[in-house]
């Protein structure tokens, strides 16, 4: 019997069409300028995004796992240096160390399923030169205590904050307390464009002038050729498409915790689940929810359930941390990563659906648990 009810985990044809018009105009408008390509609406998109993180610079480029790699070709990665980065994370956090020439270390997981503080003190070596610590499902880690190791051991920081633009530890925006930082605007990201795109912060001017080479043709921002670089610029017309976007931004976060709300009230008694943080108001973390990724026993006898009864979840990256990708050369074991990626799930978190979608998912899942 098939299910009545359709919750997808990210229904991606609704990203254009419940907003047709709008977008069809923006289309139009930016065409009819004829604006493709390092145009206004790039600038004013690369100014807005500055200005709301509070950075001092910010690119527009291609997607975020380039940003990343500029973020640290700018700071000048070597043969041999290691960066020490969370393995549950996207493999783009290290497959970027890689590519700027550097060695990425994965590490475990702390309580809060982010990077451990301990755990990357403890994997410092003479060859490390940096920490790129990922701002994951929207949270910002503990930078108090990633900053002090890296001030301590002078270390370069760039954050993976691909998953948290807006979120912010003690009131500072995650991007803003290392040297670097990149966002993602991949389709499904809380500011989604229709394609891909990605964004490079930095306070440090010398980062910025290298990553704007980088990002196109080793051209400065006068247009005269500094250095080698290659094309990694954001489409006018995706910028025009996030400028929109921009404008119900704090809109589109709230509903988000008030989602994950939801959730924290219905599901919190099930034992068998183990809950992302709720949103809670004047804490130290300020959550924007690009996933609600949670524990769970059973977790592929849950997905399986919750699929008959027509509810999308996502087990991110193919269920494994970067260091369980043993072709890529790691060779280590994380236990509390491993667990982990036994046991996690993603419920459907976005714009799109209903609380009464949420109250269905709730109840497919507290009926898993009856039986
Ligand atoms: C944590 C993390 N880092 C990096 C990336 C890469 O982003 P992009 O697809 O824009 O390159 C993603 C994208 O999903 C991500 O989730």
Known sequence: MSATRKVPFFDYPRLFNDDREGLLNIVEEVGKRGAYIMQSDLVDFESQLAKYTGAQFAIGVGNATDALEFGWMSIGLKPGDEVILCSHTMLATASAVVTAGGTPIPVEIGEDCLIDPQAVEAAITPRTVGISPTQLNGRTCDMDAIMKIADKHKLAVVEDSAQALGSRFRGKHAGTFGDAACFSFFPAKVLGALGDAGGLITNRKDIYERAYQLHDHGRDTQGQIRSWGRNSRLDNMQAAILNKKFETYQHVINRRREIAGMYEEQLHELEQLQLPPAPVENSDHFD?????????????????????????????WSGKGVHQWEGLGFNQRLPKVERFFERCIMLPMNMFISNDDVNYVCDSIKSFYKH
Do not use: C, S
């Not at 592929?300 to 509810?311: N, R, S, V, Y």
């Open 288 to 316: 924007v929810y690009q996933n609600y990724e949670l524990q769970a026993d059973n977790r592929d006898e849950l997905k399986t359930h919750l699929a008959a009864q027509g509810i999308g979840t996502l087990i991110q």
